[in-house]
């Protein structure tokens, strides 16, 4: 029997252990009302996802931290590069960075609610300037660490700023890059959840918030399952790309586990 097998099947044993202590435990040890039961939680997701509301919330909040995630690495890449290859900038603006990047994003939602309204902009903006920062400090270190002998020879070779950046530079921060968005793929999805619970009328974070003010508990982990799902397949997505766009970087792995 295969190790990934063996590693699979005692994954799903201990989840059904888990699940059946906590279907006894509710009602006995226990009272229902704070934990609900498996069953209940699992009848209130078939019913959502049978009656399409759980599709129609879980698109808008994808589309959400999506559209925050892409906006926030693009801005926090050209960012990164920009101020990693410029020193002087990157001096004057570092406590203005630091400054920003201290302040708990949470607490921008309610000044992104008078900007931009409660629609699903505001969500996508929350969530962008929530990824920017890690994906931006991330090419920043990246940028920063790229070999100074390879920057070297290229000048002694003539090379502009532009061979530097698309043939040493980014080939060289690309690990970092991709670092920075394998971290900011979970907050993506928190920028968009908060959003949702301070205002919202749809939504995963709006089901969970309504949830909550009807004091069902089954329905808030029902809606906590739906985003631990959605945040399942946000990670597999980059895991999926990173290696079409960092190719050498699987030849390295499989060489490593040959040796």
Partial sequence: MSRSLVLNATR?????????????????????FFISRPSVIFGIFWGWAAD?????HASITALEAFGGFVLG???????????????????????FIMAFYS???????PLFVLWFGIGIDMKIVLTATVVFFLVFLNT???????????????????????????????????????AGLRISVPYALIGAIVGELIAANRGLGYLLADSAGQFDTGGVFAALIAIMILAF????????????VMPWKTVDERREVTI
């Fill in 233 to 244: 397949i946000l990670n597999t997505t980059v895991k999926l790309v990173e290696p079409i």
């Fill in 140 to 178: 920043y270190t990246g940028v920063r660490n790229v070999s100074r002998e390879l920057i070297a020879i290229l000048n002694l070779m003539g090379a502009n700023e532009r061979h530097l950046l698309f043939k040493v530079v980014i080939p060289s921060a690309i690990t970092w890059v991709f």
């Fill in 73 to 95: 690495g693009i801005i926090g890449v050209a960012a990164g590069v920009t101020l990693g290859r410029a020193r002087l900038l990157a001096e004057i603006l570092d406590p």
């Fill in 103 to 109: 302040l708990p994003k949470v607490a921008l939602a």
């Fill in 52 to 56: 399409g509301s759980l599709a129609y």
């Fill in 12 to 32: 799903v044993a201990l989840l059904v252990a888990i699940l059946l202590a906590w279907e006894y435990a509710s009602g006995r040890l226990v009272a229902e």
